[in-house]
């Protein structure tokens, strides 16, 4: 003990060094005084209490600055100081976000209730008395410290895992870019997506969801701590960073990497790690993980742009289907970027006119005669021309949009084949493709209702082609929406039957009226046996069921004379017509062959 603190410590003075939590210890305690000795006082007080982090100044003009570069837990501040004093300190502090949270205690010898309304009014969250006692200061500092912790464990970590959460992430990235840069390392960014969590949410409930996070968090960090990844790393001093950064996203950091392959490494070992069942409220559940790489400083060399890159990478990862890993790369991004404009100029394609339908005819197999039509959106873009919906629906689906598209759909339809009926007088239907976004909308059922009263057209004329994949999402829902779309008189068709699941239960569970064939059975059909007997045997369950059969796709004789034979009811494809738009329909009904109004056919879906 030196003299300064001979003369100093009072009597009795030692503090319980117990009682103050190791967590608590090593915190950064910063200290203002314009008297030097007073710091040296407030140190050994708080020394003898177990504290250890010290930084102070008696240079009241440097306070702000030391404060920045410091980043301490608390700030111990005499206000009555030459040329700034610290009401001056107080106001910067609490005008700039990054000091906002940064508690500051007061040292004051002022009794005056003003002075500590006007600290308090700036930001203070605590004061000090001088002369100050060290049992007091002590109890303070460590009240003020418990608070700021409980504090930054709400701000700065995600309640349900206990992992760092975005906020922390955010900062740790900046923090390990500036670390990076310095040292001329490298090092990767994964973001890990748990694929179809939100199906999981609606069928078995968030309690269900939340708990397969924690199971999902808990496995992820077991895979982190392996020997191997250190040893796969090269150096002993390896340290991945895991956060949860959104609902069902997790985001890793991996500081100084010698190799690129280092990120395939440890995102191989992650995948695998899912391929054991997650066990849930007593149910066995499998999930996958879609996963983006991005490195610096190739993909990027701030925040923004490597975040931005990563979860490029990310989103080409779930779109190919998921279950896989993907590095970023200029390709992806120039992809993204180009999908990103497309959706914004799809926005204005419907009030700018761009928006068509075409018409494929619906053919009767046994007399030749167009029984109906199905209808497919088309864009005619400006610059791009003739954009296929294969490329535009999958931008739509990722938005509400899609549901406008579906409505405008619907009415254009309706009122083509309205027209259609009446001016030859036939009695023709259109079948319009649903998506599933559109179909658990709960908007679908009015819809479908207000287009039949405002175009004025019988339910029959209408027909919903739905498909595998659509009618099991969210299957229960689906089946009351289908019962009630059906209840109005309209028809529902299953398309692409055959390419999904294709489970025989739910074609007896869902409401359905027709079966379409999908055109990938009818190219093989002459030169594979399989596809044949597959066929044969979708139409003849078909029949059994009493369900209308439409093959798709049909371009040769041969392939044709195949459905005869096997009595199926209609069929679509080059062989009659390619899709058309709405006035070639018309010339191919000036031919005459087609159903008349009142021509009545078991075969025909009147």
Not at 436 to 455: A, E, P, R
């Amino acid at each position: 003990m030196n003299v300064i603190e001979k003369k100093i410590k009072p009597e009795g003075a030692a503090q319980n060094i117990s009682s103050i939590p190791d967590a608590l210890k090593h915190s950064k305690i910063l200290m203002v005084d314009d008297e030097p000795i007073t710091t040296e006082i407030l140190q050994t007080f708080l020394e003898d209490a177990g504290y250890q982090n010290f930084v102070s100044t008696s240079d009241s003009t440097k306070a702000v600055e030391l404060i920045r570069n410091t980043q301490p837990d608390v700030v111990l501040l005499d206000l009555v100081m030459p040329e700034v004093n610290g009401f001056d300190i107080l106001a910067v502090l609490r005008s700039e976000e990054g000091f906002l949270h940064i508690p500051v205690v007061v040292l004051t010898s002022s009794t005056d209730a003003t002075t500590k309304l006007k600290a308090l009014e700036l930001g203070a969250n605590d004061f000090l008395s001088k002369p100050v006692d060290p049992s007091e200061l002590a109890l303070r500092i460590k009240n003020t410290l418990a608070a700021k912790a409980f504090q930054d464990r709400l701000t700065n970590y995600d309640a349900l895992t206990g992992l760092p959460n975005r906020r922390y992430f955010s900062d740790s990235l900046q923090q390990l870019i500036q670390v990076a840069k310095m040292s001329r390392q490298q090092f990767l960014i994964l973001h890990l997506n748990i694929d179809s969590f939100k199906k999981i949410n609606e069928t078995l409930g968030a309690s269900a969801g939340d708990a397969l996070l924690q199971k999902v968090a808990v496995r992820i960090e077991e895979v982190l701590k392996t020997p191997e990844l250190t040893v796969q790393l090269g150096h002993q001093q390896y340290q991945l960073s895991l956060f949860r950064t959104g609902g069902d996203e997790f985001t890793m950091l991996v500081p100084d990497i010698r190799k690129n392959t280092d990120a395939g490494f440890i995102a191989t070992k992650l995948m695998c790690a899912f391929n054991q069942a997650f066990y849930i409220a007593d149910q066995e559940l499998f999930v996958s993980p879609s996963i983006g790489i991005g490195v610096y400083p190739d993909d990027g060399e701030n925040v923004e742009i490597l975040l931005q890159h990563s979860n490029v990478a990310l989103s080409h990862a779930k779109n190919q289907g998921g279950n896989l890993y993907q590095y970023y790369s200029k390709n992806l991004n120039a992809a993204s970027l180009e999908k990103l404009q497309m959706g914004n100029q799809l926005r204005t394609a419907l009030e700018n006119n761009q928006l068509v339908m075409h018409y494929q005819p619906k053919v009767d197999l046994q007399s030749g005669e167009i029984i109906g039509m199905e209808a497919l959106m088309r864009w005619e873009h400006p610059e791009l021309g003739m954009v296929s919906p294969i490329q535009f629906i999958p931008i739509a689906e990722e938005s509400n949009l899609i549901i406008t598209l579906s409505e405008w759909a619907i009415l254009e339809a309706a009122r083509n084949i309205k027209q259609w009926n009446e001016n030859f007088g036939a009695e023709l239907t259109v079948a319009v493709n649903i998506t599933s976004k559109h179909l658990k909308s709960n908007l679908l059922v009015d819809t479908v209702k207000n287009i039949l009263q405002k175009v004025e057209i019988p339910p029959r004329f209408l027909e919903l082609e739905i498909t595998e994949n659509v009618i099991l999402d969210n299957a229960d829902s689906n089946i009351q929406s289908l019962k009630d779309i059906r209840s109005l008189g309209i028809k529902i068709a299953l398309d692409d039957f055959g390419t999904g699941y294709s489970s025989l239960s739910y074609l007896i569970q869902f409401p359905l009226d027709i079966l379409k064939i999908d055109r990938s059975f009818v190219i093989n059909l002459h030169t594979s046996q399989a596809s044949r007997a597959i066929v044969s045997a979708i139409i003849a369950m078909a029949q059994g069921l009493g369900l209308f059969v439409v093959v798709e796709g049909i371009e040769t004789e041969e392939q044709l004379q195949f459905f005869q034979q096997r009595h199926c009811d209609f069929y679509q494809g080059y062989l009659f017509s390619r899709p058309v738009p709405a006035n070639e329909f018309t010339k191919l009904l000036e031919a005459g062959n087609y159903r008349k109004a009142g021509e009545k056919n078991r075969s025909l879906p009147v």
